[in-house]
């Protein structure tokens, strides 16, 4: 890839912007905004602040189109094999497709069983918000907990905390993702057996953190309900069978399919716990704008097409600027988890070195991802972004409009945003304050500027809206594994991890026994992990 002729041409393009400001770029240009901002859905995306001109715009699509890069995405849409080392599609898009044209994969019609879940999905939820649905004791349902981790947890409270607003049930959700016990004893004390469901969310079924959950808060139902504690337990899986053997009764039982990967699959019957506490209209709604996203990606030429210039955008920045990092700071407080999924999303997506065919790509790929709320961000880590000595590039995102009442304090949080957007772009330079060069504090107070940042601004957090931001990224993505000329939906790294727990298990699990002693048993491991597992075994159980 980095022989071609197309990224020869970055390449030399991008050495005649070595010396060029992006504050350079803007004098040049006063209505650059213009040029370098597209609207979609809704959604405006300012890329204006980055350091680009139309000329290495021209050659990033050149490049992408010398990638056929159109061919992919028709295979994306089409259940072409995208995921190439599993040799499965990935139709996470046709998960919120409206219309009934099928989609044959596998000799089945996935999107006829994708609208039958979700009737089924409807009905459910239907059914526990309006009391028809009870617990095993005829008592309304009061609580739900939502076990999973990855995808099947970040996505749905992510989504859920995005849309507190739209919440149209008294029903308490409360999400579960790690095994620390500290989180879900205090959890199960608070609740009622008699009126709490589980939702167990594990594409696998084996997922050992979310399986040793649902074991627990399994015999926590059991200590109160007997054997109608199974009435309680509710399976979002595409391994029915697993869920089946586990004591979970077939009607209780969502299905999502093998090639949903679990980072994309909050469209899918994951998205439960949404539907549950946003009421179904808004979990339509919610699809609904991913899906004219999608429209947007498959239709709109490259040149206006928004994923696809984010992508772009964040090669530039990536394997010509060097950034190896990418900060997502949202004005919203609702968007306080976006970061986290994002960072799921992307990381896991085309955190890889492995080329999608044979051997290993000698390019960057996948940045740091990480961020946080805005304001809070003014207060502490965006010193780093305005005087560190690393240039990270940065997405904001903002809604233009508030709640009615509180105008003025809307305004300041809109006006904190694209202050920093400006201040990362322009620095202390073009202030040009002539008792700067006087003050003894000059240099630290110097800012240089000539940070790159986007914008993203909507009118508000609405279902549609958040639908169509996730989507956004997740084309980002698909975009960038595609010219990385790497596997975005696969996940070996996280495998590994995997694997070795259920080595490492058994000797934590004797504790007190003579067979304890990790140092003598557990010689195939290396020093450091035996003497970790040896430490641990030897503090009381009781301090």
Avoid at 482 to 505: C, H, P, R
Wanted: glycine share 6%; charged share 20%.
């Amino acid at each position: 890839m980095t022989a071609s002729i197309a990224w020869q041409a970055l390449k030399k393009h991008h050495a005649s912007l070595v010396n060029t400001h992006i504050r350079d770029l803007f004098n040049e240009d006063p209505n650059r905004f213009s040029a370098f901002s597209v609207q979609a859905n809704g959604i405006l995306l300012d890329y204006s602040k980055q350091r680009v001109t139309q000329e290495t715009l021209e050659k990033l699509i050149a490049f992408a189109k010398a990638r056929d890069l159109k061919t992919q995405i028709n295979a994306l849409f089409s259940g072409g094999i995208v995921n190439l080392s599993e040799k499965k599609p990935a139709l996470h898009t046709a998960l919120r497709d409206p219309t009934t044209m099928p989609l044959i994969v596998e000799n089945q019609d996935i999107k006829k069983a994708i609208h039958t879940e979700l009737q089924r999905v409807e009905q459910f939820v239907e059914a526990v918000r309006t009391g028809v649905r009870l617990g095993a004791t005829a008592e309304r349902i009061t609580d739900v907990i939502s076990l999973g981790i990855g995808g099947s947890d970040l996505g749905p409270a992510m989504v859920c905390e995005a849309l507190r607003d739209y919440k149209t049930t008294d029903i308490r959700l409360h999400f579960i993702s790690n095994v620390d016990e500290k989180t879900l004893a205090p959890l199960l004390k608070k609740c009622n057996p008699e009126t709490t469901l589980c939702f167990i969310n594990s594409k696998s079924f084996t997922t050992i953190e979310t399986h040793q959950n649902a074991k627990t808060i399994r015999a926590w139902f059991e200590s109160i309900l007997g054997v109608k504690a199974i009435e309680h337990l509710i399976a979002v899986t595409a391994q029915s069978k697993r869920a089946e053997a586990f004591g979970i009764t077939k009607e209780n039982i969502f299905e999502f399919w093998d090639f949903i990967g679990g980072r994309y699959s909050v469209w899918s019957v994951v998205g439960l716990p949404i539907a549950l506490l946003l009421g179904m209209s808004h979990f339509r709604d919610f699809l609904s704008g991913a899906y004219v996203m999608d429209q947007h990606f498959y239709s709109t030429p490259f040149e206006q097409n928004m994923p696809v210039l984010m992508a772009l955008l964040g090669i530039w920045n990536i394997n010509f600027e060097e950034c190896l990092t990418q900060a997502i700071i949202p004005y919203e407080d609702g968007l306080r988890r976006l970061p986290d999924y994002l960072q799921q999303l992307e990381m896991e997506s085309n955190g890889k070195k492995a080329h999608q065919v044979s051997g290993f790509v000698s390019h960057a790929t996948a940045p740091v991802i990480w961020g946080g709320v805005g304001c809070n961000g003014q207060h502490a880590y965006m010193q780093l972004l305005h005087q560190g000595t690393q240039i990270i590039p940065v997405d904001f995102l903002v809604g233009a409009l508030g709640i009615p009442g509180f105008e003025e304090q809307h305004q300041l949080l809109v006006a904190s945003c694209f202050s920093q957007s400006k201040a990362l772009m322009e620095g202390t330079a073009s202030i040009r304050d002539p008792n700067l060069a006087r003050d003894p504090l000059g240099d630290a107070k110097q800012c240089f500027g000539d940070r790159p940042s986007n914008t993203l601004i909507f009118s508000k957090l609405m279902p549609k809206v958040l639908g169509s931001l996730i989507a956004l990224y997740e084309h980002k993505v698909f975009v960038q594994g595609v010219l990385w000329e790497i596997n975005s939906f696969d996940q070996w790294g996280v495998e590994l991890g995997k694997t070795l727990v259920k080595k490492i298990l058994p000797f934590l699990e004797r504790r007190g026994s003579i067979e304890s002693i990790a140092s003598v048993e557990a010689t195939d491991l290396d020093s450091s992990t035996r003497g970790l597992i040896d430490y641990c075994l030897k503090i009381p159980k009781t301090l």
